[in-house]
């Protein structure tokens, strides 16, 4: 996280942080730095001694960013900054921001860009004042406007694209559920799914709650299906670009989900060469 601020600090002596992503993203003056280069497959190199990594986390709502990047900041020891977290949080406080916020997200719209920009900043100061370093970061950049301002910033490591069929994606939605009490997400959604297209079947079995959490359960009021549909249109439109903005610049692995967590789990840690069990034994040590 230090890096962050100190690649702003070195870019711009007489600002803060949060002012300065602000100030680019209004500026109007945003080019491409993206190299053309290669990337059908592509193999990440992670050395797994040194975690304080710096990764981004794409794909459309309902794929499963937050489930992988949160058990994989738990792995690898960095914090998991969900900039969809960061506007229900705004939502909860009472405020006129809450009220423009809330408007934009049950429209299945985004957030403007400075708006997002001036939330995550300060998220990111408040884990560089408490020692943290090192992201994954969940759910940003979902613009090119935004990816280039974090380009401006810091260097990414990696960009983790998940996919799902759209039918799995619309299922996952609406299915999901959250614990009001401790927060934790569950899903209801039994999907089986036809694979189309020389894919594979997709089954996912539910996750349910446990019983102290059963009569705590709330839906996320953008998780509708008319809202959802607009979510996808919108990824489609302002979102599937960024994954080409990486993709030319060699960062991006692609991620087709087996199926669940039980069977995704372990071949995303192959693929990204990292093993649960030796990583917990040297943290044991
Ligand atoms: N980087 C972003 N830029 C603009 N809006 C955002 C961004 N991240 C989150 N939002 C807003 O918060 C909502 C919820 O985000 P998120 O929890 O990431 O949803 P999803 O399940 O669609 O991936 C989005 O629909 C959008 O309105």
């Given at each position: 996280?230090?890096?962050?601020i100190?690649?702003f ?12 992503f ?16 290669k ?10 001694k ?11 709502p ?76 969940d ?10 301002i ?5 260097d ?46 997709i ?13 705590k ?8 299906e008319?809202?959802?549909?607009e ?8 979102s ?24 995704s ?9 990292l ?8 943290a044991?040590?």
């Amino acid at each position: 996280m230090a890096a962050v601020i100190r690649a702003f600090r070195s870019s711009s002596s007489s600002s803060t942080f949060t002012n300065y992503f602000i100030r680019r993203s209004l500026s109007t003056a945003a080019s491409s730095s993206a190299t053309p280069l290669k990337s059908e497959s592509f193999t990440p190199l992670i050395d797994t001694k040194d975690k304080n990594v710096q990764w981004v986390f794409l794909g459309c709502p309902g794929v499963g960013k937050g489930t992988f990047a949160s058990r994989l900041s738990v792995l690898l020891g960095v914090p998991h900054i969900a900039t969809g977290d960061l506007v229900r949080e705004e939502l909860s406080a009472s405020g006129p921001l809450s009220k423009q916020l809330t408007e934009i997200v049950n429209q299945g719209k985004l957030v403007s860009d400075e708006i997002i920009i001036s939330l995550l900043s300060k998220r990111l100061e408040t884990g560089e004042a408490k020692g943290e370093s090192g992201f994954i970061l969940d759910g940003f950049p979902r613009t090119v406007r935004q990816a280039e301002i974090l380009d401006d910033v810091t260097d990414i490591d990696l960009v983790v694209n998940l996919k799902l069929p759209e039918k799995v994606l619309v299922e996952k939605c609406l299915g999901r559920r959250i614990c009001s009490q401790c927060g934790k997400n569950f899903n209801v959604a039994n999907i089986n799914v036809k694979g189309e297209n020389g894919n594979p079947d997709i089954s996912m079995d539910p996750l349910l709650p446990p019983p102290q959490c059963v009569s705590k359960l709330i839906t996320r009021s953008d998780d509708t299906e008319a809202i959802v549909s607009e979510r996808l249109r919108v990824y489609y439109e302002k979102s599937q670009p960024v994954e080409d903005f990486y993709r030319n610049q060699g960062k991006l692995m692609e991620f087709k989900l087996p199926g669940g967590l039980p069977e995704s789990w372990p071949k995303l840690l192959e693929a990204l060469n990292l093993d649960e069990n030796e990583d917990k034994q040297s943290a044991a040590v």
